[in-house]
Nanobody, 127 residues
Framework: QVQLVESGGGLVQAGGSLRLSCAAS????????MGWFRQSPGKEREFVAR????????DYADSVKGRFTISRDNAQNTVYLQMNSLKPEDTAVYYC????????????????????WGQGTQVTVSS
């Protein structure tokens, strides 16, 4: 099992920045990649970004490219999401997730492609 705990959410004005953290524990050696998703009321969970646990591969949703940056610190078993130039439409609960399979690359932007989830952290961007 892998446990994931997010932190860093909060209230910020439009144009501001936040950095989310996701600390992984447990069988972290089984992690292949980590992702960030978000969900706002009445909407489906939406892919935000993904990073390989080793190597440099990253993916971003078009809506956040150029504004958000995903990174990791393997020594700390932590993944970060730096969010800049925030917009009110970025308001959501943000979840980190872990993918333990190298064979589901085609599901890398789908919630179906992840095995473990954190509890989520609220991000609210005021206009």
């Amino acid at each position: 099992q892998v446990q994931l705990v997010e932190s860093g959410g909060g209230l910020v004005q439009a144009g501001g920045s936040l950095r989310l953290s996701c600390a992984a524990s447990g069988r972290t050696f089984s992690i292949y990649a980590m992702g960030w998703f978000r969900q706002s009321p009445g909407k489906e969970r939406e892919f935000v970004a993904r990073i390989a646990w080793t190597g440099v591969s990253t993916d971003y949703a078009d809506s956040v490219k150029g504004r958000f940056t995903i990174s990791r610190d393997n020594a700390q078993n932590t993944v970060y999401l730096q969010m800049n130039s925030l917009k009110p439409e970025d308001t959501a609960v943000y979840y980190c997730a872990a993918d333990r399979s190298a064979s589901r690359w085609y599901l890398r932007t789908s919630a179906l492609g992840y095995d473990y989830w954190g509890q989520g952290t609220q991000v609210t961007v005021s206009s």
